[in-house]
């Protein structure tokens, strides 16, 4: 199979309808996994292949008209058709953005089983819990910012590449959040 940058440009050189349908599937499978991924970070598993669905019928029907010069732009494009697929999935379905990634519950479930609390001093015990009540006060966005930034230890770059918005964007996030993050901790019980 070609590489999605082939595909592209393949597409693109096409006149007819129908040998743009056949490449139009290829460029579909080929990004499948990547809508996949990006979803499944954003939505409970039940409604994955759902979602997914919805994001490649939109970018299938949406096609002739996206920009093929590169792949970072096709898929920063297909990104963004994704990112409002899945805001419109929830809004259908009644509720206004995405569910939680992880509920209160979960996170505390997450750390006891990932063992992360485990032969910890007792200062270091203090500081985790103080680091999963700021948590759990952050919003769901700032949550996730913040724990994909500095514990997953992901660049801005790639977070900014799967939230389909530029680098700028996220890295603004980010300080927002780190600065809602100091008001909380200002507040919280020494």
């Not at 039940?46 to 008209?65: C, K, T």
Request: charged share 30%; hydrophobic share 40%.
């Amino acid at each position: 199979m070609d590489s999605l940058e082939q595909q592209l440009g393949r597409y693109a050189a096409m006149t007819y309808p129908e040998n743009r349908v056949r490449v139009g599937e290829s460029i579909i499978v080929s990004i499948y996994s990547r809508m996949e991924v990006y979803v499944g970070s954003r939505c409970p598993a039940s409604d994955v292949d759902d979602v997914v669905q919805e994001i490649l019928i939109n970018i299938a029907m949406a096609l002739p008209g996206a920009p093929m010069v590169e792949t970072e732009r096709f898929i920063r494009w297909c990104h963004g058709i994704a990112r409002n697929t899945v805001a419109d999935y929830y809004e259908k379905k009644g509720r206004k953005t995405t569910p939680l990634l992880l509920t209160e519950e979960q996170w505390e479930h997450w750390i006891e089983a990932s063992g992360v609390s485990e032969g910890l001093a007792r200062w270091e015990q203090d500081e985790l819990s103080l680091a999963m009540e700021l948590l759990k006060r952050l919003s769901d966005k700032c949550r996730v910012l913040l724990w994909s930034r500095f514990v997953e230890e992901k660049p801005i770059g790639e977070l900014a590449d799967s939230m389909a918005q530029s680098y700028d964007a996220v890295r603004v996030a980010i300080q927002r959040c780190l600065d809602r993050a100091r008001v909380i901790l200002e507040d919280l019980p020494a």
